[in-house]
């Protein structure tokens, strides 16, 4: 399943490839970022610790979706996605098989990947143990079974065809060029795969949310004191933009929008009254166009 970063070639994840790069392992997870890569990504990497340590996230109780330590507002509406994408899985992949659980994080859904019957591997740039893939050791420590690779989703060192699903929760709008990232996705795919995009903040129309985005940098340096760089970092998917990166890569997809509760339904009507929007986090089913 796995193919070297550097040349592509089949990758045994215990020697080294014949291109001379190096597979390491750290706590359990494997590292297969090239130098180059990872060079790229220190600053990312740096940023989003700072900034969500500042913003209290990280080190949460082992049953996320449930019983969060903070932010119980968004965990409140993940919880809704969190069980439509449950139904949507069993009811379009009964079957499981392989998932990419791309921009994992702490792997807490990768394992639910598991107890649903896939067989996960879980990618991320940050293998931190607060809030990155090392803090996913101890889902492993509790029975779960999963790989954990280091690796950016714009470039994934995986073979063509290996996933059945491919799933970016909370995760594609933090990637600087989604359509790099959906290509990858989309050439990871098996040819009767899926792949889900949920979680991320997603606006009909740009300037919706370039307004909301522009807003929550503005309060994000002025709570949190780290750069606009940082702070811009995660940004937000809007159709018309997703819809052409989707065309570009041979992709259609589909918008399925989980209730997100009373509060939030609120919250989006006074939005409205003041001409503006609140991001919708939809689940958007992307598979190979007909
Ligand atoms: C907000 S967290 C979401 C974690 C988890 N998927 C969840 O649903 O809670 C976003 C994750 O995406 C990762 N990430 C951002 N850019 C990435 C990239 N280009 N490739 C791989 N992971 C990336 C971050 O390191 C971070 O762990």
Redesign the pocket.
Known sequence: MLACPRCRRGLDPDRACACGFEPKRRDGVLDLMTPEQTAAYAAFRDG?ETLRRREGWGGDDLELPFEPRAHHDIWTVRQRTFKRLEGLLRQRLPEGGAALD????NC??TRHLEHWGFDPVA????DGPV??LRAGGAYLGIGDHFERVRA???SLPFRDGAFRLVLA???LH??PDMAAALGEFKRVLAPDGLIVVM?SPWYERERHGARAWESGVRAMVDRHGVSRDVAGRSRFLFRAAFAADATRNGLGFEVIRPWPGWRRTLEAASARFYERRLAAFPILVVRRAA
Not at 102 to 105: E, L, N, R, V
């Open positions: 989003y791309a921009g994992a994080g807490w859904l990618v991320d740039v940050n809030d990155g950016p989703m714009e929760a909370d995760a933090y990637c979680d």
